[in-house]
């Protein structure tokens, strides 16, 4: 066989070559690690607490649930700006009917949270209909749609909606809203049991179709180094205690892992699996790197974008559901100019904004760099307005290195 | 002589006030390379956008082994073996080889994509065709000119193409390439797969095909076999629109 990759000459592999590990991504895990060991210098050492990072966790949970969304959109050509204002909206409408009356319907929450994924689920697919069958640029809808949300959020509502039902907060992570030390573990330990079984059995069918495999110490650095990074978070969600335990002769209690991380993880590992092994996710991929070609191997490009933006709607309720039962009330503010957050996060994350290229596990990263730099700096005393100086600075050398690394690689 | 793979009728189709295609009859047998010349605007590419279902004609009928069908969308003309590789080459570029080869029909297992089954399956194909293509998973867009005509040839016959629609495969290739194109066409020639091959290159098409049909102004000049005319009469067909002194191969 000609193209057995068996027989190909052997040829010098650089290290990272060998190691399988995207350049970009490595980049970004070392973005990650010079900018906490900054942050816990600048900060005298608060930063990387038990306490911050478990803070840090539940803050990148929101942006977490939705860039993988944001993702998906940008590898299709496409962008949502008004994620931002939806969160918002979808938010106000879930607090409003689970609010006891008069201020509210007193619904129950469950209920008040379906619904509000339910128009969130419909202002995407509307986003998505408007750009795909009639041709307006999504640029345009979905800045329509945040100025239209925002304000409508207002006319809903001008004041606070709350306080929120309490089962309801436990989305947010506040009270009793983390899952404790024995699950963190459980769940811990599965994901590594998983990412070596995947590993291990992936590799044995490889072989057995003599493809070519990653030499054996590459396989276990790389396996190393993934799990030694759970159990580490395992171990520090665990040494946070919840607030009040641990003093005063009161028994520690470990706090856990924080619901809305658990939601994200949960988002994000799924969105992983579904770019990579279903279909959908590959169409998403050829829409964006040709939809001419796509149409003409007759996948259903139109149809695929309006998937596409239900799905961003789909998450950016859940996302408002989480900040909602975090802050345990709904703000007409809420979720303001999240939108460049969650965009940020997936273009330092490697999402090429002409779309065709991007993964959901260096948007995850791309999120976890937006929050953290966003916690440390209002750890070390900057102001909220002086920190989105910050931040637009740093999504656009982002950008920049984004090109400039593409423009190397040969692409766009 | 043969039942014709294709038989297109009287073809006519109208673009606001330009007739692109006036009353046009083609056919191709099987393992039949058939060249459709003709200048830009000849009407050579809407013909074989017809068969291909990317347009609908106006009237006329269109026959695939005999039987008359209607073709009104790309994968309509797939299901009757018709495959079509366009100049473009119609690629996702940012999608390696075999997840090109399968683009729109991925095998699967259950909802889960058949990886490995894919890879298997890509290679058979591409060693059939004799191509060597160092790694099926790169992005195609790393590919040379030779390699990516290659996909996108390697989707098409394994799909088991019994027709094959060729819009200019050698224009984007070297000398090297160009060659390998032509021993690729002469196999699935010899598979018995009839041909259309769109080409400016009236050496490609004197060395490849059978017979050629030269297109003017949206209409059919004539159809002659290849050994019967020389560059010359082909060119008068093609500037002129004048019927060389030679028998209609129709």
Redesign the interface.
């Known amino acids: 066989?000609?193209?057995?990759?068996k027989n190909?000459p052997p040829e010098r592999r650089s290290l990272l070559a060998a190691l399988g590990v995207d350049n970009q991504l490595l980049t970004l895990l070392l973005a990650l690690v010079v900018v906490w060991i900054g942050f816990q210098i600048w900060s005298g050492g608060i930063f990387l607490s038990p306490r911050n990072l478990w803070t840090l966790t539940a803050q990148t949970a929101v942006v977490g649930i939705m860039v993988g969304g944001m993702v998906l959109v940008i590898v299709a050509r496409q962008i949502d700006l008004g994620v931002g204002s939806v969160l918002g909206f979808t938010a106000m409408i879930m607090a409003l009917l689970q609010a006891p009356p008069p201020i509210g319907a007193g619904l129950n929450w469950i209920l008040a949270v379906l619904i509000g994924i339910a128009v969130g689920v419909l202002i995407g697919a509307f986003n998505g209909y408007l750009s795909a069958f009639w041709g307006v640029p999504a640029f345009v809808v979905t800045l329509a749609g945040m100025l239209v949300f925002r304000n409508g959020t207002f006319s809903v509502s001008s004041f606070t909606i709350g306080p929120l039902d309490e089962t309801f907060q436990i989305l947010g992570g506040g009270i009793n809203g983390s899952i404790g030390a024995t699950w963190t573990w459980i769940i811990g330990l599965a994901i590594i049991a998983f990412v070596v079984w995947q590993t291990l059995t992936g590799r044995v069918?490889?072989q057995r179709?003599e493809?070519s495999v990653r030499p054996v110490w590459a396989e276990a650095l790389v396996l190393g180094v993934t799990t030694v990074l759970i159990l580490a978070f395992v171990i520090v969600m665990n040494s946070y205690n919840v607030p009040g335990t641990g003093v005063d002769n009161i028994p520690a209690v470990a706090s856990g892992m924080p619901v809305p991380t658990l939601i994200a993880l949960a988002v994000l590992g799924y969105l992983n699996w579904m770019t990579r092994?279903?279909?959908f996710g590959?169409y998403i991929?050829?829409i964006?790197?040709?939809p001419?070609?796509?149409n003409?191997?007759?996948?259903n490009v139109k149809r695929m974008m309006v998937y596409i933006f239900m799905l961003m709607g789909f998450l950016t309720a859940i996302a408002g559901a989480v900040q909602a039962a975090r802050l345990n009330s709904a703000t007409p503010t809420l979720g303001r100019d999240l939108e460049l957050t969650v965009i940020a996060g997936a273009v330092i994350g490697g999402t090429v904004l002409s779309g065709?290229?991007g993964t959901i596990l260096g948007a995850a990263l791309g999120a976890l760099l937006m929050s953290s730099l966003e916690n440390g700096l209002g750890l070390v005393g900057v102001r909220t307005e002086q920190q989105k100086i910050y931040l637009g600075i740093v999504l656009l050398l982002a950008v920049l290195w984004n090109s400039i690394s593409n423009r190397r690689k040969?692409?766009r | 002589m043969t039942t014709p793979i294709i038989e297109m009728n009287n073809i006519s189709l109208r673009f606001g006030g330009n007739q692109a295609l006036d009353d046009v009859s083609v056919n191709l047998r099987p393992g039949e390379v058939v060249g459709l010349l003709g200048h830009n605007g000849a009407g050579k590419s809407t013909l074989i956008k017809v068969l291909s279902g990317?347009y609908q004609a106006d009237s006329g009928s269109i026959k695939i082994a005999g039987q008359e069908v209607e073709i009104r969308s790309?994968?309509d003309s797939?299901r009757h073996g018709v495959e079509?590789i366009?100049q473009?080459?119609?690629?996702?570029?940012?999608?390696d080889a075999v997840?090109n080869v399968f683009?729109?029909?991925?095998k699967?297992n259950g909802?889960?994509?058949s990886e490995?089954e894919m890879?298997?399956e890509?290679?058979?194909v591409?060693?059939r065709l004799?191509?060597?293509?160092?790694?099926?998973r790169v992005p195609v867009?790393?590919m040379s000119g030779g390699q990516r005509q290659t996909v996108a040839i390697a989707r098409a016959v394994y799909f088991k193409a019994k027709v094959l629609i060729m819009d200019e495969p050698t224009a984007a290739l070297g000398p090297e390439e160009t060659a390998k194109v032509s021993e690729l066409i002469a196999a699935l020639k010899a598979e018995g797969v009839g041909i259309f091959l769109i080409s400016h290159d009236l050496h490609d098409v004197f060395d490849l095909a059978d017979r050629c049909t030269v297109m003017k102004n949206g209409k059919v000049v004539g159809t002659v076999n290849t050994k019967d005319v020389n560059h010359d009469q082909v060119l008068g067909m093609i500037i002129g629109g004048v019927m060389p002194n030679v028998p209609n191969a129709t």
């Open positions: 066989m000609q193209n057995a990759e190909r069918r490889r179709n493809f092994a279903t279909r590959r991929f050829a964006g790197g040709n001419e070609a796509a003409l191997a007759g996948i065709g290229s040969g692409g | 990317a790309p994968q797939q079509t366009y473009t080459l119609a690629l996702a570029d940012n999608l997840a683009l729109g029909r991925e699967v909802i889960v994509l490995d890879e298997i890509a290679r058979k591409l060693d004799r191509v060597k293509i160092p790694s099926l867009q790393n």
